[in-house]
């Protein structure tokens, strides 16, 4: 059993950036982000392969997000910059723990976390 712990979130205005850092209880083979907004459903943001270091993202969020591996073991950080009223949604941290298919896949993970609000104004 794997425990994630989600950090970060909260309320900005649009421009603005805001970072996110998930803590696994255990190892991991890739660790992942998806996001959820009212009324719609569960998405892929961005995703991190431990061995190589490979990294994978969402259109929407390509050249803005950047997933990239904690200072502590087993943790993984998402910076968001130039955040957009759509990137509005609760954020879950996730984990696979097995080489299965591609990163962008919700099913794909074995473990969720419990999810962090990101709210950006207009």
């Known amino acids: 059993q794997v425990q994630l712990v989600e950090s970060g979130g909260g309320l900005v205005q649009a421009g603005g950036s805001l970072r996110l850092s998930c803590a696994a209880s255990?190892?991991?083979?890739?660790m992942g982000w998806f996001r959820q907004a009212p009324g719609k459903e569960r998405e892929f943001v961005a995703a991190?392969?431990?061995?190589?270091?490979?990294?994978y993202y969402a259109e929407s969020v390509k050249g803005r997000f950047t997933i990239s591996r904690g200072n502590a073991k087993n943790t993984v950080s998402l910076a968001m910059n130039s955040l957009k009223p759509e990137d509005t949604a609760v954020y879950y941290c996730?984990?696979?723990?097995?080489?299965?298919?591609?990163?962008?896949?919700?099913?794909?993970?074995?473990?969720w976390g419990q999810g962090t609000q990101v709210t950006v104004s207009s």
């Open positions: 255990g190892w991991t083979f890739s």
């Open positions: 991190l392969r431990w061995s190589g270091s490979s990294t």
């Open positions: 996730a984990a696979d723990l097995t080489l299965g298919g591609p990163p962008q896949i919700a099913s794909e993970y074995d473990y």
